[in-house]
């Protein structure tokens, strides 16, 4: 099976634009969960996705946001980009709805904010 | 709530094992993780254990639990190079992982 992709890979902005990154779950998984990694704040929970519907989020503000389509691929989006924004953006997924099911990660999406 | 706490650093020589340890404060964590990362990539999961067991073994890797103190460890038998990265721990709970900051692994010849 292919394993978790996100695109892009690398991706500049500048303040105050907005960025939409992509993630493509392994086949069958169901649950998609985005993070945030940054060398200060380490690895944070952005929100998680089941079957289309936003499950749980983290403490991000409004400006973060996502949604699920129907084959499982989800979406987020980061609007009025800031310079703290900068951060590898991870993907995890996972098969079902349980909360012991094991969640793999794709490679990530950096992005950095000038 | 929940917060997991690792050490930062850990330096150790080729061959030797080498000793992760990890707390966290969420005793109804079901499942503890850990996962690995390289420089530039994701997050590889390495290992996982379920709370109701003390100890699982996966070739070189093996996990403790004490679910008394809320520690988690992860023992690396016969460290090699290529084990150099960064070690997280994580629980999970309410569908999302809490992580500690993770442990930079430097192994030396």
């Known amino acids: 099976k292919a394993g978790v992709t996100q695109t892009p890979r690398y991706l500049i902005k500048t303040r105050g634009q907005q960025v939409t990154l992509s993630c493509s779950p392994i086949?069958?998984?169901?649950?998609v969960s985005w993070y945030q990694q940054t060398p200060g704040q380490g690895l944070q929970f952005l929100f998680e996705y089941f079957s289309e519907t936003q499950r749980n989020k983290g403490n991000f503000p409004g400006r973060f946001s996502g949604r699920q389509f129907s084959n499982s691929r989800s979406e987020m989006n980061v609007s009025t980009l800031e310079l703290g924004d900068s951060a590898l953006y991870l993907c995890?997924?996972?098969?079902?709805?349980?909360?012991?099911?094991?969640?793999?990660f794709g490679p990530g999406t950096r992005l950095l904010v000038l | 709530g929940e917060d997991v706490e690792q050490s930062l650093f850990l330096s150790v020589r080729e061959g030797d094992s080498s000793v992760i340890n990890c707390t966290y404060t969420?005793?109804?964590?079901?499942?503890l993780y850990w996962y690995k990362q390289e420089p530039g990539a994701g997050l590889q999961l390495l290992t996982y254990?379920?709370?109701?067991?003390d100890m699982k073994q996966d070739q070189r890797l093996t996990v403790l639990l004490n679910k008394k103190d809320k520690h988690l460890s992860l023992r690396i038998a016969d460290t090699q190079t290529g084990d150099s990265a960064i070690y997280f721990c994580a629980e999970s709970m309410d569908y999302k992982l809490s992580f500690g900051a993770g442990t930079t692994v430097t192994v030396r010849a």
């Open positions: 995890a997924t996972r098969q079902g709805q349980g909360n012991q099911e094991t969640q793999y």
């Open positions: 086949s069958g998984h169901r649950s």
């Open positions: 254990i379920f709370s109701n067991m």
């Open positions: 969420d005793s109804s964590s079901t499942y």
